[in-house]
Nanobody, 127 residues
Framework: QVQLVESGGGSVQAGGSLRLSCGGS????????MGWFRQAPGKERVGVAA????????YYADSVKGRFTISRDNAKNTVSLQMNSLKPEDTALYYC????????????????????WGQGTQVTVSL
């Protein structure tokens, strides 16, 4: 049974930084794409960042490029998201996700509906 737990959310002023972390059990991180999604009130959940199984390739939504950095530690089954220069529009519930299908890279990861999901951590950015 896969379990994912996020941490590191909180409230920050615009221009500030936060670091989200996600750890879990029940899966082998080194064979799976991992990433982060977010859902703002009244909006659909969207992909924010993803990282290939061995960390060689990263993917970012256009809205966060240059501000967010995703990383992973396969030995610890963790994925992290460093968020800098935060904006009020970054306010959302952030979800950690792990691909349910191993050895399939990150193709269509942002559109997949069968990822494993954490429970979410709130990020609030104020002016």
């Amino acid at each position: 049974q896969v379990q994912l737990v996020e941490s590191g959310g909180g409230s920050v002023q615009a221009g500030g930084s936060l670091r989200l972390s996600c750890g879990g059990s029940g899966y082998t991180a080194s064979s799976r794409c991992m990433g982060w999604f977010r859902q703002a009130p009244g909006k659909e959940r969207v992909g924010v960042a993803a990282i290939s199984p061995y960390g060689g390739t990263t993917y970012y939504a256009d809205s966060v490029k240059g501000r967010f950095t995703i990383s992973r530690d396969n030995a610890k089954n963790t994925v992290s998201l460093q968020m800098n220069s935060l904006k009020p529009e970054d306010t959302a519930l952030y979800y950690c996700a792990v691909r349910s299908r191993p050895f399939t890279g990150c193709n269509d990861f942002f559109r997949a509906r069968d990822n494993y999901w954490g429970q979410g951590t709130q990020v609030t950015v104020s002016l």
